[in-house]
């Protein structure tokens, strides 16, 4: 599945704008060797980043910070189709739907995403890292991941709900817990059963032990 071609939204337009501005104002003040200047704001951080294909998820997974990248994604897709994007992370996690909004878009670009995990990837981050590119999935050697059951995020159901209602989350709730082993077992041929099982509780993971699971294929530097 590929997404149509998009057209550049507006957060993106800006960045993209300064950095149009400022490789027009490199010109004039590159230094001797001739490379440009380095950027001046984060914007035009941002949009070097983007030109090289480099995209972020740092902090909490939210409606803000997918929707953000998602946008990015899809750009970077629409302009080139098929060609790498690396998506670095740093994340303790977060909102469910969110996180799996992002996730389906990962899976939907035909561009191979290649994930890299510094710091940390925990409950949600480290599903996205799992979700890219089998082969050019990475972990810093010093990162740590942790993988665990889905927390309920759905709206509350308040104080005087109807049984009915408290019924319907409570089956939501299990529908989404197997959906996340089931997820996190075709990412890393474990078997979902297993993990369910093991992710009753908090399974902190070193780089290595996120490799031997499955859910990276690569740590970056001396393995700790």
Not at 135 to 155: K, N, T, V
Not at 178 to 196: M, N, Q, Y
Request: proline content about 4%; some cysteine.
């Amino acid at each position: 599945m590929r997404f149509a071609a998009t057209r550049l939204l507006a957060g993106g337009a800006i960045c993209i704008a300064a950095k149009r501005a400022a490789a027009s104002a490199d010109s004039a003040s590159s230094d001797s060797s001739g490379k440009p200047a380095p950027p001046q704001s984060d914007c035009e951080l941002d949009a070097a980043h983007l030109s090289h294909r480099r995209v972020f998820l740092l902090g909490d997974v939210t409606d803000d910070s997918a929707n953000a990248l998602i946008k990015r994604l899809l750009w970077l897709e629409a302009a080139s189709p098929g060609e790498p994007i690396e998506l670095v992370i740093n994340s303790s996690g977060g909102s469910l739907w969110a996180g799996f909004a992002l996730f389906d878009t990962l899976r939907a670009v035909s561009s191979p995403v290649h994930t890299v995990c510094l710091g940390r990837c925990r409950s949600m981050a480290a599903v996205l890292l799992a979700a890219g590119e089998p082969g050019h999935r990475y972990a810093a050697a010093s990162a740590r991941l942790m993988i665990h059951q889905p927390h309920w995020d759905g709206e509350a159901v308040g104080s005087y709900a109807q049984a009915d209602d408290l019924s319907a989350q409570a089956r939501e709730s299990e529908r989404q817990r197997r959906h996340w082993a089931e997820t996190l077992g075709r990412l890393t041929g474990a078997d979902a059963g297993s993990l369910d099982s093991k992710m009753v509780r908090d399974v902190h993971l070193t780089a290595g032990e996120a490799r031997a699971l499955g859910l990276v294929d690569h740590i970056l530097g001396p393995v700790q």
